[in-house]
């Protein structure tokens, strides 16, 4: 018998899944990149660019769990092509309103959490995706090369948009964000995947297997503590993150091209852990992660002290590597522990904190800016996020020692 590599480059149903995704990943931060500044545009308000950005990310905390209950029943393959069509219609419908000059602040809203409900629902049939492509002895390196298509993609993304924007307008980065799902979508049309071990098992009632999904996390000590990190990393790190547009226009007074070169940077740190972690992620372990965070809180601060174009750039891309290494490093692990049987629903669990809590902490960013200002906000932010991790990472190490 042929020896199994290690690479999921190997894999052609991988590969192929890989391309079509990375094209829609380029995509997607067009329009993050475009959404978040045509908010700032069209309404001068942090509290209006924080409910955008958490427009994106809040169904996911409503809905997740029982999206991650059907990416557990259905087939996936099947439901990433129908959802992603329903991207490709929304994200039209956006660019096509825009240009018509029929768009202002509450529809851009509306719009955007359509996309965020469409985006949420794919998160578990995304993510339960690639173990069913790859074999296990490929499952780490295939996350972390995903997670480098993901980043490289935040790299590229912005500066793509900041091209559109200033060249085409914001109509056109919405637009080519619907063409560009049709590449993934292609992609799921050619690739198999392999049988799930679960796959003709008798389902219980929805609600029943919701439940266990939860009961499942709550009993798993390793996964329960790195969805807990992944939740500070998301509320407070990638939270003060969705402020980039107000820092480029307000403190920067750099405008579009500005928000570009910040949300790029973002991405360049981000590839260089997912480099790293793709060569190998043996040294990675939970305490690795909450250090990281710890640095998460302190850039923040960095963040919201400084009003240095040149030094905001290295605070950025310096979060990038430190947010990365707590999002793909929980990801690569809780992806090596769970069960394939409750991969769905874990997932889904995952994607409400991943991204219900960026949702959650750009509302409370943008809320806490419009009123006390974004700088000081943003340092506050910050305190807390260092403050929290020390606190879990002590009350951790009490009880694994029986202290409590």
């Given at each position: 018998?042929?020896?199994?590599?290690?690479?999921?480059?190997?894999?052609?149903?991988?590969?192929?899944?890989?391309?079509?995704?990375?094209?829609?990943?380029h995509g997607l931060w067009?329009?993050?990149?475009?959404?978040?500044?045509?908010?700032?545009?069209?309404?001068?308000?942090?509290?209006?660019?924080?409910?955008?950005?958490?427009?994106?990310?809040?169904?996911?905390?409503?809905?997740?769990?029982?999206?991650?209950?059907?990416?557990?029943?259905?087939?996936?393959?099947?439901?990433?092509?129908?959802?992603?069509?329903?991207?490709?219609?929304?994200?039209?419908?956006?660019?096509?309103?825009?240009?018509?000059?029929?768009?202002?602040?509450?529809?851009?809203?509306?719009?955007?959490?359509?996309?965020?409900?469409?985006?949420?629902?794919?998160?578990?049939?995304?993510?339960?995706?690639?173990?069913?492509?790859?074999?296990?002895?490929?499952?780490?390196?295939?996350?972390?090369?995903?997670?480098?298509?993901?980043?490289?993609?935040?790299?590229?993304?912005?500066?793509?948009?900041?091209?559109?924007?200033?060249?085409?307008?914001?109509?056109?980065?919405?637009?080519?964000?619907?063409?560009?799902?049709?590449?993934?979508?292609?992609?799921?049309?050619?690739?198999?995947?392999?049988?799930?071990?679960?796959?003709?098992?008798?389902?219980?009632?929805?609600?029943?297997?919701?439940?266990?999904?939860?009961?499942?996390?709550?009993?798993?000590?390793?996964?329960?503590?790195?969805?807990?990190?992944?939740?500070?990393?998301?509320?407070?790190?990638?939270?003060?993150?969705?402020?980039?547009?107000?820092?480029?226009?307000?403190?920067?007074?750099?405008?579009?091209?500005?928000?570009?070169?910040?949300?790029?940077?973002?991405?360049?740190?981000?590839?260089?852990?997912?480099?790293?972690?793709?060569?190998?992620?043996?040294?990675?372990?939970?305490?690795?992660?909450?250090?990281?965070?710890?640095?998460?809180?302190?850039?923040?601060?960095?963040?919201?002290?400084?009003?240095?174009?040149?030094?905001?750039?290295?605070?950025?891309?310096?979060?990038?590597?430190?947010?990365?290494?707590?999002?793909?490093?929980?990801?690569?692990?809780?992806?090596?522990?769970?069960?394939?049987?409750?991969?769905?629903?874990?997932?889904?669990?995952?994607?409400?904190?991943?991204?219900?809590?960026?949702?959650?902490?750009?509302?409370?960013?943008?809320?806490?800016?419009?009123?006390?200002?974004?700088?000081?906000?943003?340092?506050?932010?910050?305190?807390?996020?260092?403050?929290?991790?020390?606190?879990?990472?002590v009350r951790q190490t009490?009880?694994?020692?029986?202290?409590?």
């Amino acid at each position: 018998m042929s020896r199994v590599s290690n690479s999921a480059l190997t894999n052609r149903n991988y590969l192929i899944y890989l391309i079509g995704s990375t094209i829609s990943l380029h995509g997607l931060w067009v329009y993050r990149v475009a959404l978040g500044w045509y908010a700032w545009q069209l309404s001068q308000s942090e509290l209006w660019v924080g409910i955008v950005a958490a427009t994106q990310f809040a169904p996911a905390v409503f809905f997740g769990p029982i999206f991650g209950v059907l990416a557990d029943r259905l087939d996936r393959r099947r439901a990433a092509i129908f959802i992603n069509s329903l991207s490709v219609l929304n994200m039209l419908a956006l660019g096509f309103l825009t240009a018509l000059g029929q768009m202002d602040i509450t529809l851009l809203a509306g719009l955007s959490l359509m996309q965020g409900f469409l985006d949420s629902a794919h998160t578990p049939v995304r993510m339960s995706i690639v173990p069913n492509l790859v074999m296990r002895i490929q499952l780490q390196n295939a996350i972390a090369i995903s997670s480098v298509s993901f980043n490289m993609s935040r790299f590229v993304g912005p500066a793509l948009a900041g091209i559109i924007i200033s060249g085409f307008g914001v109509a056109t980065a919405f637009v080519i964000n619907g063409i560009s799902y049709l590449a993934l979508i292609l992609a799921m049309v050619i690739i198999r995947l392999n049988p799930s071990p679960t796959a003709g098992r008798p389902r219980k009632h929805p609600w029943v297997e919701l439940l266990e999904g939860a009961r499942y996390i709550v009993n798993h000590q390793a996964i329960r503590s790195l969805l807990v990190v992944s939740a500070l990393a998301s509320v407070f790190g990638r939270g003060a993150l969705e402020m980039l547009p107000v820092f480029s226009d307000s403190v920067f007074k750099g405008g579009a091209s500005a928000l570009a070169i910040l949300t790029s940077a973002v991405g360049a740190g981000a590839v260089a852990s997912g480099l790293a972690l793709s060569r190998g992620s043996g040294w990675l372990n939970l305490r690795i992660i909450q250090t990281s965070l710890m640095l998460v809180g302190c850039l923040v601060v960095a963040l919201g002290a400084f009003s240095s174009f040149i030094v905001a750039i290295v605070i950025v891309t310096l979060l990038g590597v430190t947010l990365s290494l707590c999002g793909i490093g929980a990801q690569i692990l809780i992806q090596t522990l769970v069960e394939d049987e409750v991969r769905g629903r874990v997932s889904s669990f995952w994607g409400i904190i991943a991204f219900g809590g960026t949702s959650l902490g750009s509302l409370l960013v943008g809320a806490a800016a419009h009123f006390g200002g974004l700088q000081n906000a943003v340092i506050a932010v910050g305190v807390t996020c260092t403050a929290m991790t020390v606190f879990t990472s002590v009350r951790q190490t009490r009880r694994e020692d029986g202290v409590f």
